[in-house]
């Protein structure tokens, strides 16, 4: 397939143009022995045709074995849900698909509105004054959170709770390597051991991060947690499930500086850990250190009310090494899906979705510890996922459920192994309950 | 025109709504029972209240208010606005992609890894790198992921190194992704050919030198022509050679950057590899290393063990992650589909018909707008409004004509080093017809500024909203929308 469009003849008028012979010409700067040619045994063969391509991904694809075709019951950071029709027919738009980032504003009113309403819905949906238009996902959202507290409070040292998502916590590790990170364990009812954070809280932490519901499903005390932050006026950085916030209070509620967020469970598929959304929010007071893209609202020359990026001299392409991220390319498209997503949802079904949720995921909870040798590890309220420990290895569980076409909860076993034979369970308003009640009786029968 | 279209929140109507869900089959307890009434939310958040049809006339409304590639010329310079095949968004959208979820076991996803195996050795050879790693997000995330290899690297070799060389003429993530790394950065000025300056970088380039970062070609759209002296001289002082591969549109099958001495280096998937740009994402940023540094890439990675593809995730001498999860998966898909279809042959074809593109609207436009530099240039060219502003027309206000005419804007005061800097780059897709039209529309301008330049100061007229005030919107930032 080629998609370029100029014939051999107007090659020719363009060449006669500009004065060169040939194309060639152009390019004969570059070392001729740094050109390129194909490798006889190499991976890169000649173009094939359209029909051809799809067969070969259509191939690909079918080798994989999904959560739709199956009953799945994974979480962890990564949730299937309900997306309606509407939003893939929407993004699809070329207009908003092929367009960049709206740095013509006059031409380019539509992705800018969205983004506007994006940031309206996020601000409000986690209780706090300003999002941004979006990060890369939520693991890198966390990291950026942690930066703007190492360059708001001049310290050096970050708190993080265990039970905050371990890639979000190598994640940290990665972009805060310079600095000392120290993980706060949980307690035996799985939530943050409150006084291990206040042991290690004093003038050096800069931030104090948890991750609510956490990583276990469980519902952490934030209020208590953010007046320990706050008593060391070390900011406090929650990561929530924009999921769970239709029925739990807000971090914006309960004390929160910064509150960030995964915003795939709004609307966008599983997509094998990507394109996801990193959901930014902060207080007001932070909005000068804030990293990544703002749009504002302005007027026009007649007065008309019109959006445009804004508070652009925190960003890398002006302010370049004292800037406020690096970050320039962002997952607009994924925030165009969230914004849809939760039009489609309003405010009543956002609180039903959720409570549907948390209802199955008890359902299976309470179905499960009814059977001999499976205990839920944690006491503690949680919203639609749960720890179980059982006496049969994660290994023979999941193989079992596969037979039925399930797919298993998470084993925990890598994450977290002082949890002996753990498995993470999430339930969502996808599970029927005949897929629960089957669910159980396959671990009944192990 | 245009009626401006209300905000969806604007739209809300008490009680009216879209999406329903089934009543819950399962008997549970209300949420009250489950969950402690201090953990509740108090109060709904504020989402509009709206039917199905008002979300799809609304944005569908929103969606006409964009220039797009779809449906305009988008010269935007560094950027790439080619066309994005629609094959690859039917193959990026099949089920087995779509709904793999990242935590299943590699049994079940072999497909995908298969694909993400392939991608990773095609952008081996067309870079002659030694291996690639496919998690980074975007650019910016490629060049910090970079710059913490090598990092890493000279952890490893016990060297010292603090300090990476950023030329003038880079992008703004450069120096931004090598702050965040931790490194001190030290600018080395452009000459008057608008290369790096030779004397200029001998003098900085020292033994606590880590990386020299180069844009090849650079954001003048030039090819780096001393580009081998500049490698020997990085790696004589010990330190490595960075590619900041934002531009491998001019070079994707007619040169690999390995044989120009560079060890490390980023493509930007969304820009040579026809990965929709989205309004300003998703988009990803692949890494490609030389052998000695293959050892210290992010994980996850994918290994092959005779004809099966396992995940690695964590080894001694990563760096780490700089995200969760293997990578954006979904544009990942969209290029290799891309690279499927046109092959090595179709490639090459990409970028020489990418720089005949630039050099033909180049050999249309120096006249009015002379070039930074004065000779032909590789996918994109750099050209100059500074003779107008002398009559009080800026870069800004020829720019906002152009949208009139139905063109975006390129690129515009950027480079930072070239005044009332215009960067057009056509890319390869556009075609002969397309590029007259534009030059003829800059030609109509170039004379409305002689008859009537208030028309430019006031322009644009035939767009959605007229000339926005973006000072005001800095100085009262109003950035959510209040009942």
């Not at chain 1, 004093?202 to 991060?209: H, R």
């Not at chain 1, 929530?240 to 929160?256: Q, V």
Request: hydrophobic fraction near 40%; include cysteine.
């Amino acid at each position: 397939m080629k998609f370029t469009a100029n014939t051999e003849q107007e090659k020719k008028e363009m060449l006669s143009s500009i004065g060169v012979a040939g194309v060639e010409e152009l390019f004969k700067n570059i070392p001729s022995n740094a050109l390129f040619s194909p490798k006889k045994e190499g991976i890169l063969k000649k173009g094939i045709s359209e029909m051809e391509v799809l067969a070969h991904l259509k191939n690909l694809s079918s080798k994989n074995l999904t959560v739709a075709d199956h009953t799945g019951f994974l979480g962890a950071g990564s949730y299937f849900h309900f997306i309606s029709a509407v939003v893939p027919a929407l993004i699809s738009r070329g207009e908003f698909l092929t367009a960049y980032t709206p740095y013509q504003p006059e031409a380019s009113q539509g992705t800018l509105q969205a983004t506007f309403e994006f940031q309206t819905m996020i601000a409000d949906l986690y209780g706090m004054n300003i999002a941004n238009a979006s990060l890369y996902d939520g693991a890198s959202a966390l990291a950026e959170a942690a930066l703007l507290a190492l360059r708001e409070t001049g310290r050096k040292k970050i708190l993080v709770s265990r039970t905050t998502h371990p890639e979000y916590r190598l994640t940290l590790q990665t972009y805060c390597n310079d600095f000392e990170i120290v993980e706060i364990p949980y307690s035996k009812d799985g939530t943050v051991a409150l006084e291990k954070l206040n042991e290690n809280l004093n003038e050096d932490v800069a931030c104090v991060i948890i991750q609510n519901p956490n990583f276990f499903g469980l519902i952490e005390d934030g209020q208590t947690i953010g007046e320990l932050a706050q008593k060391k006026n070390a900011l406090f950085i929650v990561s929530a499930n924009p999921i769970s916030l239709g029925i739990l209070e807000p971090p914006g509620e309960y004390g929160a500086d910064i509150a960030i967020g995964e915003g795939q469970p709004l609307g966008i598929s599983l997509n094998y850990g990507g394109p996801y959304l990193g959901l930014f929010s902060c207080k007001e007071k932070h909005l000068r250190k804030v990293p990544g893209r703002i749009v504002g609202i302005t007027k026009d020359l007649e007065d008309k009310r019109g959006f445009v990026l804004t508070l652009q001299t925190r960003e890398q392409h002006i302010r370049r090494e004292k800037a406020t991220s690096n970050i320039c390319t962002n997952e607009a498209l994924m925030a165009l899906a969230a914004t849809i997503h939760l039009s489609l949802l309003g405010p009543k079904g956002l609180k039903e979705l959720a409570a549907l949720n948390l209802k199955k995921a008890h359902l299976l909870s309470e179905e499960i510890k009814k059977i001999p040798d499976f205990k839920l590890s944690f006491s503690s309220p949680f919203f639609n996922e749960f720890v179980i420990q059982s006496k049969h290895k994660p290994e023979i569980i999941q193989e079992h459920c596969l037979k039925n076409k399930i797919v298993s909860g998470l084993n925990l076993s890598k994450f977290y192994p002082e949890l002996e034979n753990a498995m993470l369970w999430c339930v969502t308003e996808m599970n029927s309950k005949d897929q629960i009640l089957q669910l159980v009786s396959l671990l009944k029968g192990l | 025109m245009n009626p401006q279209e209300p905000l969806i929140f604007e739209l809300s109507v008490r009680d009216r709504r879209a999406l329903e869900f089934p009543a819950c089959d399962a008997q549970s307890p209300e949420v009250e029972q489950l969950i402690p009434e201090k953990f509740l939310r108090k109060k709904l958040p504020q989402l509009p209240e709206v039917s199905e049809f008002d979300v799809v006339r609304h944005f569908t409304r929103l969606s006409q208010l964009n220039f797009s590639a779809d449906t305009n010329f988008y010269p935007l310079g560094s950027c790439t606005m080619k066309y994005n095949p629609k094959i690859n968004e039917k193959t990026s959208s099949l089920a087995g992609f779509t709904d793999a979820h990242p935590y299943q076991d590699e049994s079940h996803l072999q497909g995908s890894m298969e694909l993400l195996w392939n991608l990773e050795k095609m952008l081996c050879e067309l870079t002659g790198m030694d291996a690639f790693s496919l998690h980074p997000a975007a650019g910016a995330q490629g060049e910090l992921t970079g710059l913490l290899v090598a990092k890493k690297y000279f952890k490893t070799l016990g060297e010292n190194r603090t300090k990476v060389l950023v030329p003038d003429s880079a992008h703004g993530t450069n120096p931004a992704s090598a702050n965040i790394a931790g490194y001190s950065i030290k600018s080395v000025p452009s000459n008057k050919r608008g290369r790096i300056d030779i004397d200029a970088l001998k003098n900085v380039l020292d033994e606590t030198t880590a990386l020299v970062m180069v844009t090849c070609p650079n954001t003048l759209g030039l090819f780096e022509d001393q580009i081998l002296e500049i490698s020997k001289l990085a790696h004589e002082a010990g330190a490595l050679l960075y590619m900041d591969g934002a531009n491998f549109n001019a070079l994707v099958g007619l040169a690999e950057p390995a044989k120009l001495g560079f060890d490390i280096l980023h493509l930007n998937l969304h820009k040579t590899f026809s990965v929709p740009h989205g309004g300003g994402g998703p988009g990803a940023g692949p890494v490609g290393v030389i052998q000695k540094l293959s050892k210290f890439l992010p994980t996850p990675r994918i290994l092959k063990e005779k004809d099966k593809f396992k995940i690695m995730l964590e080894s001694e001498s990563t760096i780490g992650q700089v995200r969760a999860f293997f990578g954006n998966t979904g544009a990942l898909v969209r290029a290799y589909t891309y690279i499927l279809s046109l092959g090595h042959d179709g490639l090459k074809d990409v970028s020489e018909n990418a720089i005949l593109n630039a050099n033909y609207l180049l050999s249309q436009l120096k006249d009015l707008f002379p070039p930074f530099v004065p000779e032909t240039c590789m996918h994109e060219s750099v050209l100059s409004g500074s003779r107008y502003a002398k009559d009080g027309i800026k870069t800004l206000d020829i720019v906002k004509r152009l949208l009139d005419y139905g063109f975006y804007a390129p690129t515009i005061y950027f480079p930072l080093i070239v005044p009332e800097a215009m960067m057009i780059e056509p890319t390869e897709t556009e075609s002969k017809k397309s590029m007259d039209d534009f030059v003829s529309a800059l030609k109509t301008i170039a004379q409305e500024m002689k008859d009537n330049p208030q028309t430019l100061k006031e322009a644009p007229f035939t767009t959605p909203v007229r000339r926005l005030d973006e000072v005001l919107a800095a100085r009262n930032p109003i950035l959510k929308w209040k009942q």
